[in-house]
């Protein structure tokens, strides 16, 4: 079931963490890196998951790869999530 596999990837708190990271703004692995407190490899680990589901997207300038959110549907799920959660408080 698809929608159970793109629920489980919100769920992992690593890949959570990244997907916040570049919520608002593009980064490159060694900023999301620093950002999260993970490992570059961790990271990019992550990231080949998330760029699988099309949850993020790369952009290549020279030898850095940069990711952000791979559309307005995925910051549309994180931000109704938090929306939800405020709600609760």
Do not use: W
Not at 4 to 14: C, I, M, S, Y
Not at 63 to 75: G, I, M, Q
């Amino acid at each position: 079931m698809k929608l159970k596999k793109l629920f489980q990837l919100f769920a992992d708190e690593n890949r959570l963490k990244l997907l916040l990271a570049i919520k608002d703004r593009e980064l490159c692995v060694c900023d999301i890196s620093a950002f999260v407190g993970m490992t570059v490899s961790a990271v990019s680990h992550q990231l080949r998951s998330l760029r699988e589901a099309k949850l993020v997207k790369p952009r290549r300038d020279g030898k850095t790869v940069y990711y952000s959110l791979a559309d307005e549907h995925v910051e549309s799920i994180i931000n109704l999530g938090m929306e939800h959660l405020s709600e609760l408080e």
